[in-house]
C-alpha cells in the first residue's frame, strides 16, 4: 500500500502580531497615611460597637442615635474593609 504524501503547509504564526508590552508594576507601596486611615476606619467601627454594647445606655447621644449606632459601627469597619483592595 503506497504511503500518504505529508505536505508541509505554512501555519500562520505571526510572532510580530503577539506584541507584549512590559505591565509596569508599582513596587512602590501603599502610603504610610493609607493604611493608618484603612485601620484607623477599622478600629474606629469595631471601638464605636464594644461602647455602643457595653455603656451605650449612659452615653446621651448614643442614646438618641438608637439603631443607627450599628450602622455607623458596621459603616466604619466596612469603609476600612473596603479600602484594604487599595493596599499593595
Not at 504564526?13 to 506584541?19: L, M, V
Not at 509596569?24 to 493604611?35: E, H, M
Not at 485601620?39 to 438608637?66: H, K, R
Amino acid at each position: 500500500m503506497p504511503k500518504a504524501k505529508i505536505t508541509k503547509s505554512p501555519i500562520a504564526h505571526s510572532t510580530s502580531s503577539a506584541n507584549r508590552t512590559p505591565v509596569k508594576i508599582n513596587t512602590g507601596g501603599t502610603p504610610l497615611w493609607y493604611k493608618v486611615l484603612m485601620f484607623g476606619l477599622m478600629l474606629a467601627g469595631l471601638v464605636w460597637l464594644i461602647v455602643n454594647y457595653l455603656a451605650g445606655a449612659q452615653i446621651p447621644f448614643m442614646v438618641e442615635l438608637g439603631p443607627w449606632n450599628y450602622g455607623i459601627g458596621f459603616g466604619l469597619f466596612v469603609l476600612g474593609l473596603l479600602m484594604t483592595m487599595g493596599w499593595r
